[in-house]
């Protein structure tokens, strides 16, 4: 019995020396690991915590998005309409006349005569409130009247300039564009964008607005080809989107989307509408 007992008893101490050995070797190699462990733990969570908030901005502006379906009317106050040359008139009232119609192409024509009537004869040949008129005439037509409505984005006039640009923010937050359309317009407004808050809300609209793999194309097709104004403000958007700073090259980013793919649910989020199916 005694024998028996002393026995088990070195055998327990063997494995409790075994077992401490092992113990201390895995928390050898675990300690060596342990930081990058933490850092992939940590990195994860605020990617998530990313796409989280990116998910909830677009949401939001989905449930807030207050387009217009009523046509504008562009007639002038009967003090502003006699006092304007009969060019000028008549300006108008083509422009009206091509909204009942629904003619984009009109509109599109008549605001390129604005633009070579001032190229002629100075900025002020056209007077402001003419100017905006023919902005809220492009406007009903957006997005495919955008390049016309970035034509404009040189105006002068302070209160011209804010028309056009509340008219190119809301033709980009426009819920019902998928965003793979949304990267087309972009990508393609980016070579001529000089404006600061056009800009801004260009980045914005990327930054909200696509899933992973739409924004880095977006991204990389905008640092190749995007005005020098966009493209000094690529960093600092590419660092909002991904919540990380060191993502400052191409092969820098296109490592980031490797590491962080689309999600199942985001064919049916971002294609556009209102999100319950997957129609682009």
Do not use: C, H
Not at 173 to 184: A, F, K, T
């Amino acid at each position: 019995m005694k024998m028996t007992t002393k026995r088990n008893i070195v055998i327990l101490a063997v494995l409790l020396v075994a077992a401490a050995s092992g113990t201390a070797f895995w928390l050898s190699s675990a300690k060596g690991n342990d930081s990058d462990k933490k850092t992939l733990f940590v990195k994860t969570k605020k990617t998530q915590a990313q796409a989280s908030a990116k998910k909830g901005v677009r949401a939001a502006k989905i449930k807030s998005f207050s387009g217009t379906d009523k046509r504008p009317d562009v007639r002038l106050a009967d003090d502003e309409y006699d006092s304007l040359t009969p060019e000028m008139k008549k300006l108008i009232d083509d422009l009206q006349d091509a909204l009942d119609a629904e003619d984009a192409k009109k509109v599109s024509k008549l605001a390129e005569q604005i633009l070579v009537t001032q190229r002629k004869n100075g900025q002020d040949s056209v007077p402001p409130y003419v100017r905006s008129k023919a902005v809220e005439a492009i406007g009903w037509f957006l997005p495919e009247s955008l390049a016309d409505l970035v034509a404009f984005m040189a105006d002068s006039d302070p209160d011209v300039l804010q028309d056009v640009m509340d008219k190119f923010s809301e033709a980009i937050d426009d819920p019902d564009l998928g965003d793979r359309e949304l990267s087309s317009i972009l990508t393609s407004v980016a070579k001529v964008l000089t404006d600061e808050d056009a800009v801004e809300s260009l980045f914005l609209a990327i930054e909200s607005d696509m899933r992973n793999s739409v924004a880095v194309d977006t991204y990389l097709k905008v640092w190749e080809n995007g005005s020098d104004e966009v493209k000094s403000k690529i960093i600092e958007s590419i660092a909002d989107f991904t919540g990380e700073d060191d993502v400052t090259t191409p092969d820098a980013l296109k490592k980031w989307l490797a590491e962080n793919p689309d999600d199942e649910e985001d064919e049916s989020f971002y294609a556009g509408g209102d999100g319950d199916d997957d129609d682009e």
